[in-house]
Structure formats: structure tokens, C-alpha cells
């Protein structure tokens, strides 16, 4: 069996660079065959994901955070609708967040993920692909997209030098509770629902967690076929500011200011302002007005450990 390594050496502010020696030293410990290649620029491990499934390798392993991950998933997406061959995908998770490998329930140690790897369990993931109308090629994600509040302070988070991950993510949130964020008017369209309202935010979640401590969707199992959809309506900055903890327990799902609901497809319209959006914790749009987001179910064969 022969393995492609995909490593992003600037991972974390560029600590993954010391932990991928690590990662050879493991893989190779397991008598794993494999090439690996680090990546130069934004999206080249897209195009290195591509042609290793053009070339034939039986599994692509990632390692970095969700925006190396997401980045080899649309590689071998783009692959896959082109009619190339389909490798599985490993994770080694050496990023911020890690937040599709904790809703995998995959292992994050170096050792643990290399083993789970050698070891060759496998399990089918359902895929995202999103559509808007500044980005009509669309994009493929594995863990989640989230549109408004959540995006926003993404780009908040994105500025912040010090400190890093869930931190970041944590500081941003707050900076967009007081500063920034004013809810656009949304339409939200999916199964034979349809919500017309100020909407603080919209989680479209295949795993359970953003940001690196956020968790949207608790519920959210990543092999149902289904987005769990986590809707909040705009709320005043008191109440924003009680909700966050909430969040980050997973009891936000019973308060009235929030929907859970779960869908296949699901269309949003800014009718009233504009969405910034993440997907897999990337930002890729802030200022769509039209998004279409739909399912493939079992689209990935993913290796590793399962809780």
C-alpha cells in the first residue's frame, strides 16, 4: 500500500514545521511506504492532493490543521469528479483547531494518529459542497460552514498575532460582540422549511466543533447523510454575550433563541445586508448574498481511529 504525506510546515504560525520530522520518523517506525511533500502556498496541497489520486497512491495522508485538511479534501473531490482513482485520507492533526479530527474522534497525539493509521481502519464521511454567487466553482468542506457571527470573527481572529487558536477565536468573539456585528436580514430555505429573519448566525455542521472549543452542532454524527443546522436569531449584545459560553458547552441547542434542525440542502438569501462565510474554519467569502449548500453522502473513505 503506498501512502502520499501532505505537510503544511506553516500549520500553527509555523510550529507544525517542528513536528513533521516527528511525523516521518513515526510513519516510517510503522513500515509505512510513502512520499511527502510540504506545501509552498495556499492551495497547493489541493493540487498535490489531485495528482496523487491521478498517480494512483492508495491513501493521502494530511497533516496540518482544518485548512490543510480542507484543502486535500477538495483535491481529491476534484479528482474524484474527474474520474480518478479515490485514495482514502489519513489525518494527523498538528493545527489550531483540529476540529474534524475531535468530531471524528480521531486520535490527535503524533503516535497514536500514526498508529490508527498503520492499523487501516476505515470508515465513509459525508462531504459539504458549498455554492455562492462570488464563487460559482463552488468549494467541498468535511467539517462544517458557518455563515455570519461566526465567520465574521474568523476575520477578527485572522488579525490577532497573539495569542493563538482557541484564544484567538475566543477574543474575536467578544471584539465582535461589542465592536462589529450587525445581523443581516436572511432567507433560510431548506427541507420545506423557510426562516425570514435578522439571523446572528448559521452553522451548516458534518462535525461538531469550530474554532477549536466551539461546539455548534453536539449532535452532528458525520456518516447520516444529514447537515445538523445550528440557526440563531439576532439578540441583544447582553445575551450575546451570555449565549458564548453556551457554545462552548454544547447547551446552546436549548435555548429559544436558537434553531437546530437538520437538512440535505440548504439555500440562504442575504435579503438584507451581507454573509461572510468560513468553511472549515477558512474564510472564502465576506460579502455573499446568495449560498447554496448540499450533502454527498459517504463521498470520503477516511482512515484512522474511531472512538
Known amino acids: 500500500m503506498k501512502y502520499f504525506v501532505i505537510a503544511n510546515p506553516t500549520s500553527r504560525r509555523g510550529k507544525s514545521a517542528q513536528q513533521i520530522p516527528v511525523v516521518e520518523g513515526m510513519l516510517r517506525r510503522y513500515a509505512l511506504d510513502f512520499d511527502l511533500v510540504l506545501t509552498k502556498k495556499p492551495y497547493h496541497a489541493t493540487k498535490l492532493a489531485t ?3 491521478r498517480d494512483g497512491y492508495d491513501a493521502v495522508i494530511a497533516v496540518g490543521g482544518d485548512g490543510t485538511i480542507n484543502e486535500v479534501v477538495n483535491g481529491l473531490m476534484h479528482a474524484r469528479k474527474k474520474g480518478a482513482a479515490e485514495p482514502a485520507l489519513g489525518l494527523i492533526g498538528v493545527g489550531t483547531g483540529n476540529d474534524l479530527i475531535f468530531g471524528l474522534g ?4 503524533i503516535d497514536a494518529a500514526c498508529k490508527a493509521i498503520a492499523n487501516d481502519k476505515r470508515r465513509k464521511i459525508d ?3 458549498i455554492i455562492t454567487d462570488d464563487i460559482p466553482e463552488g468549494r467541498y468542506f468535511a467539517n462544517g460552514v458557518g455563515i455570519g457571527f461566526d465567520a465574521a470573527g474568523g476575520v477578527l481572529a485572522e488579525k490577532i498575532n497573539w495569542p493563538h487558536g482557541f484564544l484567538a477565536y475566543l477574543i474575536a468573539a467578544l471584539q465582535n460582540i461589542f465592536l462589529y456585528y450587525k445581523a443581516p436580514i436572511l432567507e433560510i430555505i431548506f427541507e420545506k422549511e423557510r426562516i425570514e429573519m435578522p439571523i446572528l448566525l448559521i452553522s451548516v455542521m458534518n462535525g461538531r466543533r469550530v474554532g477549536g472549543g466551539f461546539l455548534t452542532a453536539p449532535e452532528a454524527l458525520p456518516d447520516d447523510g444529514l447537515f ?3 440557526i440563531a436569531k439576532e439578540v441583544s449584545r447582553p445575551r450575546m454575550l451570555s449565549l458564548l459560553p ?9 435555548q429559544p433563541e436558537i434553531q437546530m434542525k437538520r437538512a440535505q440542502k440548504i439555500t440562504v438569501n442575504a435579503l438584507h445586508g451581507l454573509m461572510p462565510i468560513h468553511t472549515d474554519g477558512e474564510i472564502i467569502s465576506t460579502a455573499s448574498k446568495e449560498v447554496m449548500i448540499e450533502i454527498i453522502p459517504q463521498a470520503l473513505e477516511i482512515i484512522g481511529g474511531v472512538k
Not at 453556551?246 to 447547551?251: K, P, Y
Open 51 to 53: 495528482q496523487a489520486a
Open 106 to 109: 480521531h486520535q490527535l497525539e
Open 127 to 129: 462531504i459539504g459542497q
Open 228 to 230: 445538523d443546522l445550528c
Open 246 to 254: 453556551r457554545f462552548l458547552q454544547g447547551s446552546q441547542i436549548h
